[in-house]
């Protein structure tokens, strides 16, 4: 359909979302606007990238992806001062900010250049919605399986839901002569590894902000306001990190190993750490400049060395398939949280979570080792 033209829906589909969400009566009608700004967010978060790597030549993809990922570093930065800040007069304002910065990306939108369209058949809706229905059953048996006496028969039947729709949406990602999944990415090494890798990290990634959220005011009690300006160190460091990554002559691959240990030691760091409730501040803003750190730099070498080794065809679906790759580690980091610390108010309940956070990382390492001894037999 044109990438311009999809990244165009995307913003107004987001925009329509953020202006029922501020204007949301009760708590149902505030879930359906923040799912359908989900769905604008995920389609303008592809198609942005595809549309800056599409404009600028192969060698500069590394440096234009750092720049795009300091850009969502420096929006998740200011995101939690503001919201904390906002939330504290209201609730609704946390919403309404949104509306004027996202009319105008769509006023901008319009100098973005016009791909032109390429005839091929209609997207694989079924193959979609099998897929969301695999990630919605599999959270579910995990949230589930968390409860003290989960009911069986709704556990079991859940769980056989999830792998029959795997299958179907595997069976059509094989067969649709337009996948939701196109499976033949993955025959590019350098693709597999970044999507396994980047799934890997999200899943500690959302796990470490919601849970520091929750040790800071459930725990510790702080503000929403403190809370917010603490955030600012993790995305702060992001942006300086991205930028830096962007610059160097290192290869993708060992930013996203470099990255994926830094998230490792940050999540030691808190399981030595933060233990009680009298733990030190210190080392809980140390972690964050690490996980900062640590997402600034392996987000670009995911990204510059997944979507950057394919066609530039198929840098949109590449980078589509790595952004859902994103959302369903983060899906599940958010459902473990859940099934570790309940409603988030007791310090021991968060040990396992900052061992998990740790463990994502090194997952994350290692999942792109392999890429790295290719590299390394190749360049020997």
């Not at 058949?121 to 989960?150: N, R, W, Y």
Request: glycine share 10%; aromatic share 8%.
């Amino acid at each position: 359909m044109g990438r311009r033209r999809v990244f165009v829906w995307g913003l107004v589909a987001f925009t329509i979302g953020v202006m029922l969400a501020s204007l949301a009566p009760n708590v149902g009608i505030l879930i359906l606007a923040r799912a359908l700004q989900g769905v604008g967010a995920s389609v303008i978060v592809p198609t942005s990238l595809a549309l800056l790597l599409e404009a600028y030549p192969k060698p500069d993809h590394k440096r234009m992806i750092s720049i795009w990922a300091a850009a969502g570093s420096l929006a998740a930065a200011l995101g939690p001062v503001l919201g904390g800040l906002l939330a504290d007069l209201d609730w609704r304002l946390v919403f309404a900010l949104k509306i004027p910065l996202a009319l105008v990306a769509l006023f901008a939108a319009r100098a973005l250049p016009t791909p032109p369209r390429k005839a091929s058949p209609l997207p694989d809706l079924v193959g979609a919605a099998c897929l969301a229905v695999t990630i919605a059953s599999f959270i579910t048996v995990l949230t589930m399986s968390s409860e003290g006496k989960p009911d069986q028969l709704r556990l079991w039947v859940t769980a056989a839901l999830g792998i029959s729709t795997f299958g179907l949406f595997l069976y059509r990602s094989m067969r649709h002569p337009d996948p939701v999944v196109d499976l033949r990415l993955f025959k590019t090494p350098s693709f597999s590894f970044a999507a396994v890798g980047m799934a890997a990290f999200y899943v500690g990634f959302s796990m470490m902000l919601l849970a520091c959220a929750l040790w800071a005011t459930n725990v510790w009690e702080w503000s929403s306001a403190l809370t917010g300006i603490c955030f600012i160190l993790g995305p702060g460091t992001a942006v300086v990190t991205s930028l830096i990554a962007g610059r160097t002559n290192l290869k993708a691959e060992w930013l996203s190993l470099g990255g994926g240990l830094l998230f490792m030691v940050a999540g030691l760091i808190w399981a030595l750490s933060l233990t009680t409730e009298n733990s030190s501040p210190v080392a809980f803003l140390a972690g964050f400049i690490l996980t900062g750190a640590a997402a600034g730099i392996a987000q670009t070498g995911f990204l510059s060395g997944g979507a950057g080794a394919l066609p530039e065809e198929d840098y949109a679906s590449g980078t589509g398939i790595i952004n859902t790759g994103r959302q369903i580690g983060a899906a599940v980091g958010v459902a473990l949280l859940v099934a570790f610390v309940g409603s988030g108010d007791q310090a021991v309940s968060f040990g396992p979570v900052w061992v998990t956070i740790s463990i994502s990382g090194a997952t994350a390492a290692l999942a792109i080792l392999p890429a790295i001894t290719k590299l390394s037999s190749r360049t020997s």
